[in-house]
């Protein structure tokens, strides 16, 4: 495992997706942090980064939301509301998991036993005044799934 850590100003958050962006050898990224510490507001400069026209929204309802790339897909989870596997599995999770496209879980702990080994973490902590701790939790035995 290797870990890159950065701290921002969320002036600089669409800099900092960027750099995120270049360091990701796996399609599958697990968002950590507390309620409110910026993980939808992050993924949704990933997606500016990744050349998507959609803005993301927290899928706390929904469970999931798709958003569109020039040749890809992501899917966008929040597990928040998960009380069991069995909801998961209702909601076809194992159809996302088995796809080759983007995945992007939040409270992805909720169905860890179903999480695929091919991960990479980003943990965000809010440090007050529009300030932001990321951690990226690399894989390094992942090998690029292709051309990101």
Known sequence: MKTLEFTYHLNDIDTIASAVLEHLHSKIIIF??????????FINSLLLAMGSNDGATSPTFSIV???NLLDDK????DFYRIESIEEAYNFGIEDYLSTNHWLFMEWAERIEELIPKNTQTITITDLQDNKRSLELTLNTK???????
Do not use: D, R, V, W
Request: no cysteine.
């Open 142 to 148: 992942i090998q690029p799934t292709k051309q990101l």
């Open 65 to 67: 939301n798709e958003y």
């Open 74 to 77: 992501i899917y966008h989870f």
């Open 32 to 41: 950590n942090g507390e309620m409110g510490a910026g993980k939808t507001t």
